[in-house]
């Protein structure tokens, strides 16, 4: 599996109802698409849950690599970027997804960026963070709950889905779900 965000931050006087109409015009496009896990159409108002600026960045998580490279290479994200220009698109290696049968009723998500010390335990730390997706789902809440790594950067991302917004905290980047496309 393979967890991929991308994102465009908007002016401070964006019109944010435009992000929301696309989302509603747009999303359903992507129901079904094959060896999509779910996309979550997602979009951050500036001062709202602590962000501080206007967002729209969609978070994807895929069954396959083919489902990316469709994808990426299909008339979709073409539209995208004739419409917001060109982004740098992250993607991690998934250590872990679980997905409630619930996942329907997301309304908001929460994504965290970590970096990861050079000489980490590797192993340990997949370990650590494969129990913490388990616990999101088990007792704490979540949705969905993705953990990933990226060896290049050596990042790893933190990604739940919510039907109510969970307290945050600074170093987290909270969302509004507008859509979510589901196999």
Not at 84 to 101: C, E, N
Not at 139 to 164: H, I, M, N, Y
């Amino acid at each position: 599996m393979i967890a991929m965000q991308y994102g465009f931050t908007l002016p401070a006087d964006y019109d944010m109802s435009i992000i929301d109409r696309r989302i509603r015009d747009k999303g359903p496009l992507l129901d079904g698409f094959p060896n999509l896990g779910f996309k979550a159409y997602l979009s951050a108002r500036r001062n709202e849950f602590g962000s501080r600026d206007n967002l729209y960045a969609p978070f994807y998580l895929w069954q396959k690599p083919e489902g990316a490279s469709d994808f990426l290479c299909g008339p979709g994200f073409q539209a995208l970027t004739d419409a917001f220009g060109w982004p740098q698109v992250r993607t991690w290696i998934v250590w872990r997804a679980d997905i409630s049968p619930d996942i329907a009723a997301a309304r908001f998500a929460t994504c965290n960026i970590l970096q990861t010390e050079a000489y980490a335990p590797l192993a340990d730390i997949r370990h650590a963070e494969s129990a913490e997706v388990e616990a999101d789902l088990a007792t704490g809440g979540a949705l969905a709950s993705v953990s990933g790594f990226e060896p290049t950067t050596w990042t790893r991302v933190r990604f739940r889905l919510w039907k109510d917004m969970p307290e945050i905290t600074e170093d987290t980047q909270a969302y509004r779900v507008g859509h979510l496309s589901l196999p």
